[in-house]
């Protein structure tokens, strides 16, 4: 039932390991989203896709890559994590980029 | 350059106050503008949604306001409750994107 979904909730890994996070959203939303949030609580956008293309570009580190399957995915993989990558990690979807935005219910990441 | 700004950053209020969280934006173009919620560790629940044409968005408790010309929506809370205690973020729709604010933490005690 759930309508953006996230995996894993929880991630701690040691620096230097690569990692991924799957997002998977049964909206049928054209256009998914990967938000950062920081320590203070900021929450900042990252990636979007609209039907497997690439929109917005962040100025992320080359580190990090989305990659979409299909226009119901949008998975997230970092390569050589650092300390500074730990944060939770945030999913969304939206139609036509007009509406309301659904996100998921986060991925902690935890580099050690 | 879009930026919102969230108007207090914390508030620590009785149980049955009525309550209004600010935010603000620098840049009128926007798309819509939504209100969330997000509890300790958890992920956002939206609360309203509302499109730069409209002038409010109510939903039992909660009536939030928009007036894009001078940059500013307003959420308000009715009789407040502590299971309202959460962290209140503001968004608005800019051509392609989200921007969120800073966050109001709403602490109401019994």
């Known amino acids: 039932d759930t309508a953006v979904s996230q995996t894993p909730k929880y991630l701690v890994t040691q620096m230097g390991n690569d990692k991924s996070i799957k997002c998977e959203q049964n909206?049928?939303?054209?256009?998914m989203y990967w938000y950062k949030q920081d320590s203070k609580k900021f929450l900042k956008i990252m990636f979007s896709?609209?039907?497997?293309?690439?929109?917005i570009n962040e100025t992320v580190p080359n580190r990090f890559s989305p990659k979409s399957p299909d226009k119901a995915h949008l998975n997230l993989h970092i390569n050589s994590l650092e300390l500074g990558d730990s944060a939770v990690y945030f999913c969304?979807?939206?139609?036509?980029?007009?509406?309301?935005?659904?996100f998921g219910s986060g991925t902690r990441l935890t580099v050690v | 350059k879009q930026e919102v700004t969230q108007i207090p950053a914390a508030l620590s209020v009785p149980e049955g106050e009525n309550l209004v969280l600010n935010c603000s934006f620098t840049?009128?173009?926007?798309?819509?503008l939504q209100w969330f919620r997000q509890d300790p560790g958890k992920g956002l629940t939206s609360l309203l949604l509302?499109?730069?044409?409209?002038r409010e968005q109510t939903s039992g408790r909660l009536n939030a306001s928009l007036d894009k010309s001078s940059g500013r929506s307003t959420l308000y809370i009715a009789a407040s409750q502590p299971g309202d205690s959460a962290t209140y973020l503001c968004?608005?729709?800019?051509?392609?994107?989200?921007?969120f604010g800073t966050g109001t933490r709403l602490q109401v005690f019994p």
């Open positions: 896709y609209n039907n497997k293309e690439l929109i």
């Open positions: 909206l049928g939303h054209d256009t």
């Open positions: 840049d009128s173009a926007i798309y819509n």
């Open positions: 509302i499109q730069s044409s409209q």
């Open positions: 969304a979807s939206s139609q036509v980029n007009r509406y309301g935005y659904t």
């Open positions: 968004a608005v729709m800019n051509t392609d994107k989200l921007i």
